[in-house]
């Protein structure tokens, strides 16, 4: 669902968690329902969430979702929100880009570093990332660069470089622990992706595959390219099994993570480039992958570290 085009007569419900300095948050509260009056949206509802005092919760009768993140920005700064034309409820499916939203690194420019090519290869992946690239085409580019690497490159840059995100696999669980399933979708690989879903706690991988022959990366794929196309056809085949009515979140940071995020009912970019940023419906700048917890409100109480089926 975009962020824009609500129509008139639905209940448009926005939850900002404030990430600013609580002091003054009522004087910048009264500013921004003026300005949201002013704009033919006028606030039927503010309130604070009882059990998130830094969670805001607002309701409109109608309105612009893009307009009133711009104006939520202007008075509150960059906080984390979501904007809904529903009840906002935790949702059935979490699908979940990798790269630099459930860990903090690109695999592919870290990877290029034991090739000594890093910075060639991570001016590639900015434009790709910011729309400004095919991606298809800027992935083959940047695996043809790593023609030759020693395989075993690819464990070393796991173990010495790829982190998760703080919060990632906190997230992960209380999800699972509230009946969601979990999918991450990459335009990465799986040699990174199979380890750090297993690490996080997600139930399926869907990413590229590198080629390898005789212990060595052959500058290839090894398989089709795994690009926007394939997260959005993905989120949709997941979402058909779990049927009518199934609310959907997806994250992800860069161009190719927007058809997912459009496609969501919940789409959050988190720490986005501007293009993503501009088509999800929700975004987190905190660093702190909880903050998606709270803008479903889910209080503090009821998150886990680890998810254990059964």
Not at 99 to 110: A, F, L, P, V
Not at 153 to 174: F, M, Q, S
């Amino acid at each position: 669902m975009s962020a824009t085009g609500f129509k008139s007569g639905e209940i448009l419900v926005l939850i900002a968690r404030l990430i600013a300095d609580m002091d003054g948050v009522e004087t910048r509260l009264d500013a921004a329902m003026k300005a949201c009056a002013a704009a033919d949206m006028p606030v039927a509802m503010a309130g604070m969430l009882d059990f998130c005092s830094d969670v805001l919760q607002l309701s409109l009768p109608h309105g612009d979702g893009r307009q009133l993140a711009e104006i939520l920005t202007e008075y509150f700064g960059d906080c984390d929100l979501l904007i809904s034309d529903h009840e906002i409820e935790v949702p059935r499916l979490f699908v979940s880009d990798m790269d630099s939203t459930m860990i903090g690194q690109e695999c592919i420019d870290e990877l290029a570093d034991f090739a000594g090519l890093k910075d060639k290869v991570a001016a590639i992946t900015e434009r790709a990332m910011q729309g400004e690239l095919d991606f298809g085409s800027a992935l083959k580019e940047r695996v043809g660069l790593l023609e030759g690497l020693e395989e075993s490159a690819i464990h070393r840059c796991l173990a010495e470089r790829i982190r998760p995100v703080d919060g990632a696999r906190t997230l992960v669980a209380t999800l699972r622990s509230k009946g969601c399933r979990t999918v991450l979708v990459t335009g990465g690989f799986h040699h990174f992706a199979d380890p750090i879903a297993e690490d996080l706690g997600f139930e399926r991988v869907v990413g590229n595959r590198l080629g390898v022959a005789g212990g060595k990366l052959t500058g290839l794929l090894a398989g089709p390219v795994s690009d926007a196309s394939t997260k959005l056809a993905t989120l949709e085949e997941e979402r058909a099994q779990l049927g009518e009515g199934a609310r959907v979140l997806a994250t992800g940071d860069g161009a190719n993570d927007i058809p997912m995020i459009e496609a969501a009912d919940y789409g959050i970019a988190y720490r986005a480039k501007p293009r993503a940023r501009d088509a999800a419906n929700g975004r987190i700048n905190s660093v702190h992958l909880t903050a998606i917890l709270r803008l479903f409100g889910i209080p503090e109480s009821e998150w886990v570290e680890d998810f254990a089926a059964g």
